[in-house]
């Protein structure tokens, strides 16, 4: 199976973007950092770098300041009306706390953690272990939780990354940047 394309989105709300970095931003940004562990060749960064802007898309998409500069467009970003430390972003530039958060993401992608795991079932065989259903007056709700072994059920699942997570902060609505992130992780229940 070939791998994708990375398609880089720059701000102009390029068709069928699908990063927010690219290799060569990222190869700059972990040397300048000293990084040894963003390592692999073009098809396997570039594919870290895609699942890592997919992750921010469905982790942040609906947490962003600000509105999409297009209807049209492939991802979350560009954006207009977005204020940094009181500084309105330009609407047709990527904000490099996007672009650096994306490769922490990638890092840890490439290093094979699952930036967006399946909750662990407790009894190992397929099955919630709470649920419960509501009878509601016009659906029937069914809800299941899960939970890691050990931890009562609707337990965070989803791993910390707090590189990636302070960068994003003044990003998003509810968000205060490093050093204080006031947004929640959604669990999964």
Not at 65 to 90: C, F, K, M, N
Not at 168 to 177: A, F, Q, R
């Amino acid at each position: 199976m070939a791998a994708p394309a990375l398609i880089l989105e720059d701000g102009s709300v390029v068709a069928d973007a699908n990063a927010y970095a690219d290799r060569v931003f990222a190869d700059v940004y972990f040397a300048n950092r000293l990084e040894s562990r963003w390592i692999g060749n073009v098809e396997t960064k570039d594919a870290a770098l895609i699942r890592a802007t997919s992750w921010i898309e469905k982790r942040y998409g609906s947490k962003w300041r600000g509105t999409r500069t297009d209807s049209t467009q492939e991802l979350s970003w560009p954006r207009q009306d977005v204020y940094i430390d009181g500084i309105e972003h330009a609407s047709d530039a990527m904000p490099k706390q996007l672009q650096e958060a994306t490769c922490e993401y990638a890092l840890r992608a490439l290093e094979r953690v699952d930036i967006a795991p399946d909750p662990p079932l407790q009894d190992g065989k397929g099955a919630p272990v709470e649920k419960s259903i509501n009878l509601g007056r016009s659906a029937i709700v069914i809800t299941n939780k899960f939970a890691n072994p050990g931890e009562s059920p609707g337990s965070e699942t989803i791993p910390d990354m707090p590189e990636a997570e302070m960068l994003l902060g003044h990003l998003v609505l509810g968000g205060t940047g490093a050093g204080g992130i006031s947004f929640g992780i959604a669990g999964r229940a």
